[in-house]
Structures are given as C-alpha cells and as structure tokens.
RNA sequence: CGGAGCGUAGCGUAGCCCGGUAUCGCGCCAGUUUUGGGAACUGGAGGCCGCAGGUUCGAAUCCUGCCGUUCCGACCA
C-alpha cells in the first residue's frame, strides 16, 4: 500500500479525552474514530489489524471444526422473553422503539434456535458453531476507547453435545483453540483464570486474561503459578474466628460517633478486627417482593459482592440508608445481627465467623454497639457461606503459595452453559435410547477490539505502537527520503515493487511528496510497523541503505542489493 | 445509576468572576527558501462560542432547563 493513497490520519499529540495507552494510540495512530460514546469507526489501519484477529480466530475455529454462520444483529423480543433474558440483561439490552426488536448482545438464544429443528438426533452431535458479529451493550459507561464499548465485536461460539463428556471434550478443543489463538495474536503473558459465569448461567468457566493497568478485573494468581482466578470466585486461607465459650452474656455499650471498622477498632483500642463483625444489608429484588438480607463478615474482610449473587441471584443490590433504617432502626455502622426487630431479614454470615462468640457488633441503636456477641447462641437460623473477598499477600487455600492481585482485561471467556437454553427453548434431541433429552451447551466468546487494545497495550513505547508477528498490518515500512532525487525514489519504488510482487510481503511505502523526513520517521515509529527500510540521498551515496528495527531501535547499514534479503531475514526472524 | 469535570475552527486552548461581537498554537491553502527525527518567512481560508429559553440596549460571558462527553465508583467480551 503507499502512503500517498492510503487514509491514515495521524495525531502529533495526544487526544485529550483518552486516557489508557491504546485508546490515545489508537486514535493517533488513525485506526479508530469516536462516533459517540461506546461508538467507534475502524478506518482502514484500525480495520487491517481487526480482520488479522478475526483470520487468526476463524483458523482456529475451524481447526476444531467449527462451522461459520453469521446471524443477525436484530432479534424478537419474544426469543428473550422465552428465556427469561429479556427482563434479566434489563437496561444492559438496547431495544428498538418501534418493533418488538432488541440487538443482541450476545446470541445463545437464536443459535439455539437454529439448533432446535435440525439437531434431533444424538447422530447429528456433536456440533460446534461459530460468528464474527457486531454485538451491542448499552453499557452505563463506556470506558477506555474500545476496551468497553457500547457496540464491538465478538468471536462468539456455541457447542453443542449429547453427553456431558462430550461437553468436556467439547470445552476442551476449545480451550485449545484459545490458547493458539492468543498465542498467534503475540500475547507476552496470558492468564486463564477461573471466573463466575455472570449473566449467562452455567458452570465451569474460565477467563482469558491480559494483565494490564488498562484492565477492570482483577485477578489472584498463587505466586508458584498453580492457582489463578478471577478475584470474584477466588478462594484463599485465612484463619477463621475461633469459638471461645465463655458465654458471656451480651453487653451494650455507647460508641458515639464510631461509623467504621476502623474508628471502632481505634475506640476500644484493638488490632485485630477480625471479632468486629461487619454488618451489610442487602436488597434481593424478586419476583413477589423484596428480600433482605443481613451479611456477616469479619471487620478486616470486605463481602465479595459476587459471591453474594451466586447464592441470591444477580438482582441482589445494597441496601439504601433509609431501607436500613427501617429494617434496623438504626444507620449504616450501628447495625447488627442481634435483637432484629424485623423478624423478615435472612441473617448469613462468612465461613470465617462460623460458631464464633465474643464478636461485636452493631446494637441497631445510633451509638450503640454489643460485645460478647455469640453467634450460635444469639442469631438462631442463621447461614453460612463463602463471602469474603481474597486478598493480596494471602495464603492459597491449600496454604502452599501466596496469592497475587493483578489488573487485567478479560480478552476472551469460555464456559459450559449446560441445559438452561436448550431447556427453555425446547431444544431436544434422541438418545441411542430413543429417550428425548436437551441439547447441552457450552458457550466461547472472544473480543476482538480487546485484543487489538491489550496488544497495544502491552506492546508500545513512548514513540507509538510496537506490532509483531502475525497481527501486524504491515510487515516493512519503506520511507523515501528526499522526493528531489531521482535515484532515492527509483530505488523505493524497485524496492516496494520486490517486495510485495515477488515476496508478497505486507508492505507500506511512504512515498509522500513533500512531506520532511522527521515526519516520516514519527508517523513509521507510531504506527509501529516493525520493519524500516529507509532510503535517502546521505546513504545512497556509498550505495547504502539503512534498516531499523522499531522495536530494539537496531539501525543496520545494509549494501542496496543486500537490503531485501536481509529484510526478508528480519521479518521470518520477528514473525 | 451515584459523585466530579468539561463543551469556543479539524485538533489543543485563552476569554467567562467583572457583559460591548472571539485569543493563541498545531493542522489546512498559496508563494519563497529549506530537506535524515514533527522547517522558516509572508499572505490567506476556516466559528449557529453544545442546544433552547430567559435577563439586558447588548450574552461565549449572568440565570433556568436540556443535550452531549470525559473521569472516579456499582455491571461484562
């Protein structure tokens, strides 16, 4: 491609409204252009590097045996509703105003749909499909260019088998494809985590992870490698609260003022938070009326919100002050499971505090807090659960290694869905049997601006983008110094003509007139293709030209015959 | 959805307090000179000052409402 006909506009600076490396580069870069918020336009740069991911993803897929499909963005309503998702995804769903029509975020419910009627028999399984498709979240903030966008686009892919060992098997290949896929995509360091399964219902679930600044999740991983997990489902050690026994008798006493953990541990002048239970209350939304719940954890802990939805569905929401009022009768930081006046409220409390006394706890009297709280004497009915939130520097749970917290982005996410949509959808097939069973599904996505963003993020320097290997738009940029010499130019275009007529090699020649070296030199280091290949009038004269290496900043001083060979050598050699 | 901020030329901004018809830089166009790391000079084009209403002789500036957008928190590929 040259440069003169190619739309490329780059940025000298900065855009003031990006904040993460991949967003200001790829906007300085040219790739992408912000429409409105969540929205982006992939001009022609952005776009070469998004069909790379694709081919890549589309490779992989059909490795496995995949087959392609693409289905459409618009959907009825009457297909979510049937699922239950149309109330369940609520505002996260764009609906159209004026047909019963929503645009998918995510398309379980019309693959289903199509597997209905054709995958009848357990001889028609296993079956793995698969689209590269536009999907559309009307997320309540769009965040960091494309890395959270209200439109993107998604690898997504279905399995569907007749056992649940073929499930396995099923999860497994593409488990595979994934790591292959990152891999090819250039990745340094991928972390695949188990994760919740969100929205989607299901069972096991794993994520795969780029650690990165940019990233909104965090991650434990064990420091000797053999634990890692999203932080919403990670476990860890930690001693729990010992039982005492002394049946000490409750006793109120005043606090004035103590609103927090930490003004209360100041107050009665302890270190160890872990008897200063912590009392949150939370709104479980259902069907026929609102359910509270009192959540128990130890003072240093804090209530993994997650794990909490787990147990209670994904409508559990905090209690507002004055709803704590009312059920308590008292404000955030004096409540308490102890003499509830509110008989409805379901009390539960982390593992950690199981059977434990001697604990303090809020009195549901402004002020007021209890000591020689007893767990087992004094909260009758009560439940316990995992419900704290693990963190850094803990013991594994197997109390063998440590557990690190990382940022990083979700880049692509597998899991076994299991029966849910097959159930409601009635999507059956016979057995060898002849007995009718559902379909059981698993469900593999993968985000393509992610991965093109997570690159970049963790492949750029001060001066731009760093690519490599397969992803790379381009392989060798040729610059053409000098536009008055007849020879510089001669040559470049000899050159650009070897290079992608006989060796078909991705190359972009920046044969603008006009425009001086320094912004050549700055637009090839931006755009960050990997191999320079720069001719001017000062080399040319003893008959040399020069190649540099964006990512060491390596220059070699090549003879001109010489230059194509050992360019072709650089590239196998970056690939 | 809660909290904070910002909307002035393609981009980045000054002006806003204290009302009088918009500043500067980059970029763009023309010419001259330059030419290996974002050139210099000269001349030029480009603006519903986010939108609507109000106050006023007069509004970018003051008031009200709305819209857009960014960031920090609750959600997901």
């Known amino acids: 491609m040259r440069l003169s006909k190619f739309f490329l ?28 918020a969540g929205v982006y336009s992939y001009l022609p740069f952005g776009l070469l590097v998004i069909r790379k991911v694709e081919n890549i993803i589309r490779e992989e897929m059909n490795a496995i045996g995949g ?77 960091a260019g494309v890395l959270r966008a209200r439109e993107f686009t998604m690898k997504d892919a279905y399995s569907f088998d007749a056992t649940w060992e073929q499930l396995d098997k099923s999860y497994n290949d593409m488990a595979v494809a994934y790591r292959n896929i990152f891999r090819r995509c250039g990745f340094s360091e991928i972390i695949i985590v188990s994760a919740f399964s969100g929205a989607m219902g299901g069972s096991d679930s794993e994520e795969f992870m780029i650690p990165s600044p940019a990233g909104e999740d965090n991650i434990a991983v064990s420091e000797d490698g053999k634990y890692a997990s999203n932080i919403e489902v990670a476990e860890s050690y930690k001693e729990s609260v010992e039982r005492k026994n002394s049946n000490l008798s409750i006793e109120k006493f005043h606090t004035p003022d103590i609103k927090s953990i930490d003004e209360l541990a100041d107050f009665i002048k302890t270190k160890d938070k872990s008897r200063l239970a912590k009392s949150r209350v939370y709104v ?63 009390i539960i409390a982390d593992n950690l505090l199981k059977d434990a006394d001697e604990l303090i706890s809020g009195a549901n009297e402004n002020d007021y807090h209890i000591k020689n709280l007893d767990l087992k004497r004094d909260v009758p009915g009560i439940e316990y659960f995992d419900l704290r939130l693990a963190k850094e520097g803990e013991e594994t749970a197997d109390r063998k290694s440590r557990l690190k917290i990382t940022k990083a982005v979700e880049v692509g996410h597998i899991y076994k869905l299991g029966t849910k949509y097959a159930k409601a959808l009635g999507a059956m097939f016979l057995d060898a049997e002849g007995k009718e069973n559902p379909v059981i599904m698993g469900s593999y996505g993968i985000g393509i601006q992610r991965t093109v963003a997570s690159f970049i993020e963790e492949s750029h320097d001060d001066k731009g983008i760093i690519w490599k290997g397969e992803i ?21 275009e000899e050159y650009y003509r070897i290079l992608t007529a006989e060796h078909k090699t991705e190359t972009l020649y920046d044969d603008r007139k006009e425009v001086r070296p320094g912004v050549k030199f700055n637009d090839a280091d931006l755009i960050g293709i990997p191999v320079q290949l720069i001719i001017g009038e000062k080399n040319l004269k003893e008959g040399n030209v020069e190649i540099k290496i964006r990512k060491s900043g390596e220059r070699i001083i090549s003879r001109k015959e010489d230059a194509v060979n050992k360019i072709l050598e650089i590239v196998k050699e970056t690939v």
């Open 9 to 36: 506009p780059t940025l000298k600076d900065d855009p003031v409204d990006a904040v993460t490396s991949s967003h200001k580069l790829m906007i300085r870069a040219g790739m992408i252009k912000q429409l409105t």
């Open 67 to 143: 087959n392609e499909f693409l289905l459409p963005a618009l959907s009825p309503n009457e297909l979510w509703a049937q699922t239950g998702r149309l109330e369940d995804y609520g505002e996260l769903m764009f609906r159209i105003k004026n047909r019963e029509l929503v645009l998918g975020p995510t398309h379980e419910e019309v693959f289903t749909s199509i597997a209905k009627p054709s995958l009848i028999s357990y001889k028609d399984l296993p079956q793995v499909w698969y689209q590269i498709q536009t999907k559309f979240r009307n997320e309540d903030r769009p965040r």
């Open 284 to 346: 479980n939304v259902t069907g026929n009326g609102n359910e509270y719940i009192m959540v128990l954890i130890c003072g240093d802990d804090e209530v993994n919100e997650k794990k909490l939805e787990k147990h209670f569905g994904m409508n559990i929401r905090p209690a507002q002050n004055e709803e704590l009022t009312e059920i308590t009768g008292a404000d955030a930081g004096s409540i308490g499971p102890a003499g509830l006046k509110n008989k409805k409220i379901r």
């Open 472 to 492: 790379s738009p381009f392989k060798v940029i040729i610059l053409s110094l000098g536009d008055r010499s007849e020879e510089v130019r001669n040559l470049s």
